[in-house]
């Protein structure tokens, strides 16, 4: 089967700008989630959709983080106005519902860095 | 305080070793636990999932899981210079729909 899409791989903005990331999930996975990977550490979930609903958006820093799941399916994560903390690679993963913790599946992540 | 502690190193071995990977948590409500492993600018790929105290074995792979002490372990025999990458352990409260916690990752190279 076809892994997690996300694009664009690499993204360089200044301070300030903002940016959209994007991923597509594995076909018929109802769980989608948005991981950050600060250099040097462990992934922290950001959002976490199931379908098109939010189920957990608690480190979701709202005022410049938002996302969104259309019709249960692709995602976008956007950042607005982006800070030089933000640098890091998001990762978007997707798992069946019911079998979430096992059945994860990362994709290879948006490296963004903010000048 | 860290939910999860894991030693970032990097550790280093040469081919052959068994190595020995750890981490600790503080929340015993940590349930499920994994371990994932990250190749250089690759996504996190899962290695390993447990929930009961005790051993599991997959090929060179055993996990090891004592909820008394919250101390989780991954032990990899005959290593080899494939096996160079990141481990992360990770651990959740629920076996579905809850978020999973990270550790740092412990960077691995194995030396042919």
């Known amino acids: 089967e076809a892994g997690v899409a996300q694009s664009p791989r690499y993204k360089i903005i200044e301070k300030r700008q903002s940016v959209a990331f994007w991923c597509n999930p594995i076909s018929g996975h109802a769980t989608l989630y948005w991981y950050q990977q600060i250099l040097g550490q462990g992934p922290k979930l950001l959002i976490q959709?199931?379908?098109?609903?939010?189920?957990?958006d608690s480190q979701l820093p709202k005022d410049r983080f938002s996302a969104e799941r259309l019709k249960g399916v692709d995602s976008t994560l956007k950042i607005q106005p982006a800070k030089l903390e933000d640098s890091a690679v998001y990762l978007c993963?997707?798992?069946?519902?019911?079998?979430?913790?096992?059945?994860?599946?990362f994709g290879s992540g948006t490296r963004l860095t903010v000048v | 305080q860290k939910e999860v502690e894991q030693d970032p190193g990097p550790l280093s071995v040469p081919e052959g070793a068994i190595v020995s990977l750890n981490c600790t948590y503080s929340?015993?409500?940590?349930?499920?636990f994994m371990w994932y492993r990250q190749y250089s600018r690759k996504g996190p790929e899962l290695l390993m999932y447990t929930y009961s105290s005790g051993n599991k074995e997959d090929g060179r792979f055993t996990a090891q899981v004592d909820k008394s002490s919250k101390y989780i372990s991954l032990f990899i025999r005959d290593s080899q210079p494939s096996d160079s990458a990141t481990y992360l352990c990770a651990m959740s409260k629920e076996t579905s729909g809850s978020r999973l916690t990270f550790g740092e990752g412990t960077q691995l190279t194995v030396n042919p």
């Open positions: 993963a997707s798992s069946l519902q019911g079998l979430s913790n096992y059945g994860y599946t």
């Open positions: 959709f199931q379908n098109n609903g939010v189920v957990d």
């Open positions: 929340n015993s409500a940590f349930q499920y």
